[in-house]
């Protein structure tokens, strides 16, 4: 279900948190789907047991998982507050950096950028 | 809850020559110790020496709170060491090591060892020395792990292994780990493994613990700079943390390698330098190399 690479910059606790939140965003994980044990995870994607429960832990502390007792973890009922537009944008922020990062290596304007990104969004005006 | 192994201040001279400096540490029930340095960093001598092979020079190490020159044979018993040369005696089959190692020990997991002899392919029936590397190298292992060691310390476990064997020993560490009363530590070279089993890392070079820590803390605090000026770079860039800079023979681009500069920082030096910056996270491997670089 998971897509973890140890070799990249990004710590394997963060890659998994920000999978879990796409998903759960996206409705691919609904509330109440549980997630695998920490350590089927951990066998699974060999990766240290506590690389697993850090990302668990900090995805309880901000409401996207709730802990069930002798249970594995599961997808919280979501809150409005988890997809305020500050939210939402924020998981869209890496895209956004490689985009900026790309248009400026080849030397286009902001303008043409955001012409074309407009494009792509289906925005008329 | 008694450290697995407390190290204070250990420094270990052969002759005129320092092979570990003031080193200070402590390794914990549940963590993976990835131990890596270039080769002659000091990775042996620290392993060797903190299991009481031969004496430090200054500082101590103990493990399971017991001083590393006088370990009692209980204490012992509660380790497991694979060197980096293994000890098998040539004309003795696999079975027979096996079980003489096992008679040392009077909590010897001989089920645990022959279920790990299937699922790593170990021919028991050949005598040592008509093995491959690999086969000898999974042999000596299976006698540390014999007696379910409550510390198990590996010197480049993984060297002679192929991939698929690689990975089924990866998984059978943690698993070990996953039971938190148990601590690893191994050394390696294979920066790629450490990646996914450490949960710490020692990083060793010319003696010294640069890096004593959380992997995922090392990766988010070194940070490669790429800086493309509009005007001339002064020669040397003053980057607090600096780990490596290279300047472009026009002086306009430079990339330098930091640890722990703040955005704050960034957006100073920015400005004083008349310079746009990009900031690129690195991996483990990366990071060794610019250390070293």
Redesign the interface.
């Known amino acids: 279900m998971f897509i973890l690479n140890?070799?990249?910059?990004?710590?394997?606790?963060?890659q998994l948190i920000d999978q879990v939140r796409r998903l759960v965003a996206g409705g691919q994980l609904a509330p109440g789907a549980e997630l695998p044990s920490?350590?089927d995870m951990?066998?699974q994607y060999?990766?240290?047991?506590?690389?697993i429960s850090?990302a668990y832990s900090l995805l309880e502390a901000e409401g996207v998982l709730e802990r069930q007792r002798g249970k594995p973890m599961r997808v919280a009922a979501q809150k409005r507050s988890h997809s305020t537009l500050a939210a939402r944008l924020k998981q869209l922020e890496p895209q956004l950096e490689a985009l900026a990062?790309s248009a400026?290596q080849l030397e286009l304007t902001p303008d043409e950028v955001i012409a074309q990104l407009k494009k792509r969004l289906g925005d008329k005006s | 809850m008694t450290a697995a192994v407390s190290i204070r201040s250990l420094s270990k001279s052969f002759g005129s020559q320092a092979v570990l400096q003031n080193i200070s540490t402590e390794v914990n029930p549940g963590d993976v110790v990835g131990v890596i340095g270039k080769n002659g960093a000091g990775k042996t001598t620290l392993l060797e020496t903190l299991l009481g092979f031969s004496p430090p020079s200054s500082g101590n190490a103990a493990i399971f709170g017991e001083d590393c020159r006088s370990m009692s044979a209980a204490t012992k018993a509660r380790i497991g060491f694979v060197p980096q040369q293994d000890e098998l005696l040539p004309t003795l089959t696999g079975k027979r090591q096996l079980t003489m190692t096992g008679s040392f020990y009077s909590n010897w997991d001989g089920a645990l060892v022959n279920r790990l002899a299937q699922e790593w392919e170990v021919p028991l029936d050949r005598r040592a020395s008509v093995l491959s590397g690999g086969e000898r190298q999974k042999l000596s292992t299976l006698m540390a792990l014999g007696n379910r060691p409550d510390l198990l310390v590996l010197d480049e476990p993984v060297a002679s292994l192929d991939p698929l064997a690689r990975r089924r020993f990866l998984q059978q560490l943690l698993e070990m780990a996953a039971d938190e009363s148990r601590a690893v530590i191994f050394s390696t070279h294979i920066v790629s493994d450490l990646e996914r089993v450490a949960n710490r890392i020692w990083l060793m070079k010319d003696g010294r613990l640069l890096w004593d820590g959380d992997l995922d803390a090392l990766k988010s605090s070194v940070r490669r700079l790429h800086l493309f000026a509009r005007r001339r770079l002064p020669l040397t860039l003053d980057f607090p943390g600096t780990i490596s800079a290279r300047q472009a023979v026009d002086g306009l681009s430079a990339t330098v390698v930091v640890r722990d500069l703040d955005d704050a920082r960034l957006q100073e030096a920015s400005a004083r330098l008349d310079a746009r910056i990009e900031s690129e996270g690195l991996g483990l491997e990366d990071i060794f190399l610019e250390i070293h670089g």
């Open positions: 140890p070799h990249s910059a990004v710590p394997i606790y963060q920490v350590r951990a066998q060999t990766v240290h047991p506590m690389t850090k990062l400026r």
